[in-house]
């Protein structure tokens, strides 16, 4: 039955209207949720999607659905709310400027991009590999692989590069419990028991109504404006996609782990 569900769907479209979310959330849902219980309890519950950019908490720049940002750290949010708003921003303030510049920008025929964040805590400690097949390694591989990503950070990120050591590592204290989070959950490859926090950047519609140059196949250079309905920004729909690989990748190191644990 999988088999043919996956069939039937690749030879659908490679678009990000395709039916890629379903088949993501029935492997990992009802699949891992029927198959592997065990997984399920380290899994369920404990994700949580934030979208447009949830800033890390730090020395770091924010990122959002245009120049819209939502600035509050993703501890002080209420997360069950995601799903409370079409643009899937838990703060409903930031959410409805969310909408609003969306509106804006399909009214001018255009398209933005934005940023998924996400956040997944409750991971058992040494989930990865030290050198090949590291979790933030195939996690990069999973999430870049979904249609309009075009970037990747987990923990500090890009920011990383401004700072100093003595800013970037996290000092442990009571517990092995660290005061910052900078390495994301991960540290050499494999998870550290913190909370995985982690961004997904997505680029703009291609498919616009502007009016914008380019060349048909005789070579010859012409006008093209895009007609029917297209979306203005894929970010929102996105989450799902971003929820289910996530969790593939988490329950497919979790079953990796069981030969160090039994």
């Known amino acids: 039955q999988v088999q043919s569900f996956l069939y039937r769907c690749r030879r659908r479209r490679n678009t990000s209207h395709m039916t890629e979310a379903k088949i993501l959330r029935?492997?990992?849902h009802r699949l891992i949720s029927q198959m592997l219980a065990a997984i399920d309890r380290?899994?369920?519950?404990?994700?949580r999607f934030l979208a447009p950019h949830i800033p890390f908490q730090g020395p770091?720049?924010?990122?959002a659905v245009g120049p819209v940002e939502l600035k509050t750290n993703w501890q002080h949010l209420d997360l069950s709310a995601v799903d409370s708003h079409p643009?899937?921003?838990?703060?409903a303030s930031v959410a409805d400027e969310m909408a609003a510049y969306i509106a804006h920008v399909r009214d001018e025929k255009d398209s933005t991009g934005g940023v998924i964040s996400a956040v997944a805590t409750g991971l058992a400690i040494g989930w990865g590999e030290?050198?090949?097949?590291?979790?933030?390694?195939?996690?990069?591989?999973?999430?870049m692989g979904i249609n309009a990503v075009k970037g990747f950070e987990i923990g500090s990120g890009f920011a990383a590069a401004e700072m100093l050591g003595s800013q970037h590592n996290d000092e442990i204290g009571a517990n092995f419990e660290t005061k910052t989070n900078n390495a994301g959950g991960i540290v050499g490859g494999l998870s550290n028991g913190a909370a995985l926090e982690l961004r997904v950047a997505f680029k703009p519609v291609a498919t616009i109504g502007k009016e914008q140059n380019t060349?048909?196949?005789?070579?010859e250079l012409v006008t093209l404006a895009a007609k029917g309905r297209?979306?203005?920004c894929v970010v929102p729909r996105a989450v799902p996609i971003v929820e289910a690989m996530i969790k593939l990748v988490l329950a497919d190191h979790y079953l990796r782990n069981l030969k160090y644990t039994r």
């Open 26 to 28: 029935y492997l990992s």
């Open 42 to 47: 380290h899994l369920t519950g404990h994700i």
């Open 60 to 63: 770091m720049g924010t990122s």
């Open 87 to 91: 643009t899937r921003c838990p703060e």
């Open 130 to 143: 030290p050198v090949f097949d590291k979790l933030q390694a195939d996690l990069a591989k999973a999430l």
């Open 215 to 219: 060349m048909n196949s005789e070579g």
């Open 230 to 232: 297209h979306d203005p």
